[in-house]
Nanobody, 119 residues
Framework: QVQLVESGGGLVQPGGSLRLSCAAS????????MGWYRQAPGKQRELVAQ??????TYADSVKGRFTIARDNAKNTIYLQMNSLKPEDTAVYSC??????????????WGQGTQVTVSS
């Protein structure tokens, strides 16, 4: 079994910073893509940032403020969020495309972590 475990959410004031972590564990052969999505109340889930094959993409709304970093040795991805705004408030979920030890490719999701930006 493969699972993604997230950590690092919380409450922060506007202009503050948070770092999210997502660690994949289990019967992993390789990870092709890892990224972060978010969903705010009443809105659709959106891609925040993603690393795939060494290429990183960001949503326009977070460019210059958020940075994604991937540690392949630890099967972990991080999202450093700076200059946070109230509109960044959402549940952030880790996503990964993983090939397991049986060479089966699947998409996995973390449980989600709440990020609230408020004074």
């Amino acid at each position: 079994q493969v699972q993604l475990v997230e950590s690092g959410g919380g409450l922060v004031q506007p202009g503050g910073s948070l770092r999210l972590s997502c660690a994949a564990s289990g019967s992993i052969f390789s990870i092709t893509t890892m990224g972060w999505y978010r969903q705010a109340p009443g809105k659709q889930r959106e891609l925040v940032a993603q690393n795939s094959g060494g290429i990183t993409t960001y949503a326009d709304s977070v460019k210059g403020r958020f940075t994604i970093a991937r540690d392949n040795a630890k099967n972990t991805i991080y999202l450093q969020m700076n200059s946070l705004k109230p509109e960044d408030t959402a549940v952030y979920s880790c996503n990964a495309e993983i090939i397991n030890s049986a060479r089966s490719r699947s998409i996995y999701w973390g449980q989600g972590t709440q990020v609230t930006v408020s004074s």
